[in-house]
């Protein structure tokens, strides 16, 4: 349920390359980076501390072992555009080696042998900007495609020889949005929601082919007590109804060496 440490051990994170150019409109970066940085997040999240909410909603992990996030870091590149001040679009493509992440490598295992993972996001935020006096809120979507090797569930649970299938994908929405706010505009004082829903439709090979969080938050309700916090969150995911054997079939436990995507992860 709570999942928040380091990896309990040293390790290099980030090493990376950045710039900015048009005035900040592109960014670039290049190097050793984590996609959970900068996809599939909301600062609403770090507020539950709960692997299915902290850093990012954590159904991704399950069926797309080539996404990283802390304290794990791959090879990796991104580009970040501004069309306008409200809105953005990015992509990314990343090392998809799963085995980069353990303790023993200590995030010094540079290797690039891993599939392709590759991400991309759209998002726009109503109001914030400087001056405004509206409500804040942040939509985002996303798509990614993992290139890895995963195990077909159909066989596994009809007893068959496991059979490989390569490639899986999913689409992505999150959002917060202030409804009521405490006291003047630009405070941080409010009431808000979140929430996000995760779809990977492909049962055969992903473990979790649906996930949603939804969650309140208020922050500030007393004037003297600005920074306080209190939310509420609920998590939901439903298993891959391909990993049941059909009725009257004969049953096979399935390893979970047998399931790509199945590992530790940290906030």
């Known amino acids: 349920m709570q999942q928040v440490f380091g990896g309990q051990t040293y390790r290099v994170v980030h090493v990376a390359y950045q710039q900015q150019l048009l005035n900040d409109r592109v960014e670039m970066r290049v190097g050793r980076i984590a996609a959970g940085d900068d996809f599939l997040v909301s600062p609403y999240n770090y507020v539950f501390v709960q692997n299915g909410f902290d850093g990012n909603p954590v159904g991704v992990f399950f069926n797309a072992p080539g996404m990283t996030a802390y304290p794990t870091a791959t090879w990796g590149g991104l580009v970040k ?8 679009v990015m992509a990314g493509l990343y090392n998809g080696e799963t085995s980069i992440g353990e303790n023993k490598h200590h995030g010094a295992d540079w290797s690039m042998a891993g599939p392709l993972f590759a991400i991309g996001e759209a998002g726009y935020q109503v109001n914030g900007l400087p001056g405004g006096r509206g409500l804040i809120g942040n939509y985002r979507a996303g798509f990614w495609y993992d290139d890895s090797q995963f195990t077909d569930f159909t066989t596994v649970a009809r007893g068959f020889t496991p059979r490989v299938a390569r490639g899986n994908w999913g689409v992505y929405g999150l959002f917060d949005q202030v409804l009521v706010r405490f006291s003047e505009a630009g405070s941080y004082r409010g009431f808000g929601i979140t929430g996000s829903m995760l779809v990977s439709p492909d049962q055969s090979v992903s473990q979790m082919p649906f996930f949603s969080t939804a969650g309140f938050l208020v922050r500030g309700f007393f004037p003297s007590r600005p920074t306080d916090v ?15 054997p059909p009725s009257g079939a004969r049953s096979s436990r399935i390893r979970p060496s047998e399931c790509s995507g199945m590992r530790p992860r940290s906030s």
């Open 230 to 244: 209190g939310g509420f969150g609920v998590v939901y995911g439903r298993f891959s109804a391909d990993r049941q």
């Open 81 to 88: 555009v501004r069309p306008t001040e409200r809105a953005y």
